[in-house]
Nanobody, 128 residues
Framework: QVQLVESGGGLVQPGGSLRLSCAAS????????IGWFRQVPGKEREGLSFISGRGRDDSTNYADSVKGRFTISRDKAKKMVYLQMTNLKPEDTATYYC???????????????????WGQGTQVTVSW
């Protein structure tokens, strides 16, 4: 019954912005770490950001490749997690996924093996 559905991807010019959304169902969003990942065909999935699964602790973390440009946030009432992406670069082109951790109230990390539920992905293309 756990489901995650990403949306908000599309084509954007370098330097532009997009906000990705992750609609969650089947669990309480604040109880689990939720991460954002991306993948280019033929390459390994890259962890980008997570927001803590420890109750009302909204601590976040970011990969060096996106730190200062991307911001993760959560809306418990709407059961949504967002990834605000700014100053996008061509190398940000990828399929973006949100994922929920296996373990309830685990703090979080960028290690994909710690996440057990994944959305279908949304494509982001950064190009002129």
């Amino acid at each position: 019954q756990v489901q995650l559905v990403e949306s908000g991807g599309g084509l954007v010019q370098p330097g532009g912005s997009l906000r990705l959304s992750c609609a969650a169902s089947g669990f309480t969003v604040d109880d689990y770490a939720i991460g954002w990942f991306r993948q280019v065909p033929g390459k390994e999935r890259e962890g980008l950001s997570f927001i803590s699964g420890r109750g009302r602790d909204d601590s976040t973390n970011y990969a060096d490749s996106v730190k200062g440009r991307f911001t993760i946030s959560r809306d418990k009432a709407k059961k949504m997690v967002y990834l605000q992406m700014t100053n996008l670069k061509p190398e940000d082109t990828a399929t973006y996924y949100c994922a929920r951790a296996w373990a309830r109230h685990w703090y979080g990390s960028l290690a994909e093996e710690r996440y057990g539920y994944w959305g279908q992905g949304t494509q982001v293309t950064v190009s002129w």
